[in-house]
């Protein structure tokens, strides 16, 4: 092997982790540093970027700290001016809010489809701008969900959402790639997070989730890290437009 480059390495690229302060965002973040990026992490809380910065400082790793709302379009496409371009970007911040369609208020559109959809859409366009001005390839990463390709009662707005960063991940794939831009998304299963983990508790709530996923069990942020790795690299150099599936076999049937 003496002498073949790592495909799987990112030295000398730089990465930008929205949803980096807990999380599965801050579980890319640190499994982006290990592979050797020169990482940027992105959060609205200070307190928890600082200390997500100090774990990977300890670890090694070589990261800055953003603090920045994505949904702050404006303010969010002149903190990335004001920043060298980047070469990968993961699209991690999201929320959800489920409840009954009857139930659902516009509060609840906004708030759901303001960050996983209008703030994602706005913030690959600030960072993809720069990467095609500076004529840079590198790997946009837009955070979706197996909720991407099936439904759910209880989460017509995040399944909206997601279906719809599909669909502007494929379309931007398309538009980009003459760039050498790569897009693609992650499709997690149920992920126990900060998020998540309230839902979770509910026993019946979690036997039906642990009864459509083949595996058996609820994935962990360290679950979506690897995946991240191979889509930020060259490893998957030939793959724009597709999604990665990491549901545990929800989806196969």
């Not at 929205?18 to 801050?26: H, L, S």
């Not at 039906?208 to 150099?237: H, N, P, T």
């Amino acid at each position: 092997m003496t002498g073949r480059r790592n495909r799987f390495g990112l030295d000398g690229r730089r990465a930008l982790v929205t949803g980096a302060g807990r999380g599965i965002g801050k579980a890319i973040a640190e499994a982006l540093a290990q592979a050797g990026a020169e990482l940027t992490i992105c959060a609205r809380s200070a307190d928890e970027l600082d200390a997500a910065a100090a774990e990977i400082r300890a670890a090694g790793g070589e990261v800055e700290t953003l603090v920045a709302d994505v949904t702050r379009i404006a303010d969010f496409a002149a903190a990335i001016d004001a920043l060298p371009a980047f070469d990968v970007f993961v699209n991690s911040a999201g929320t959800n809010r489920p409840k009954p369609l009857a139930e659902v208020e516009e509060a609840d559109y906004d708030a759901v489809l303001g960050l996983n959809l209008k703030a994602a859409i706005f913030a690959t366009q600030a960072v993809t701008r720069r990467m095609v001005a500076e004529r840079r390839k590198g790997s946009v990463i837009n955070m979706s969900s197996q909720m991407g390709h099936v439904g759910a009662a209880n989460r017509t707005l995040y399944t909206a959402s997601k279906w719809a960063l599909e669909g502007f991940t494929r379309s931007l794939a398309v538009e980009l790639g003459p760039a050498g831009i790569r897009v693609n998304t992650i499709c997690p299963t149920f992920i126990e997070t900060p998020l998540t983990r309230p839902m979770l508790q509910n026993e019946d709530f979690r036997r039906e989730v642990l009864g459509k996923i083949k595996l058996g069990r609820i994935g962990q942020a360290e679950d979506v890290a690897g995946a991240a790795v191979f889509l930020a690299s060259d490893a998957s150099g030939l793959m724009t437009g597709s999604s990665l599936m990491l549901d545990g076999g929800w989806t196969a049937d």
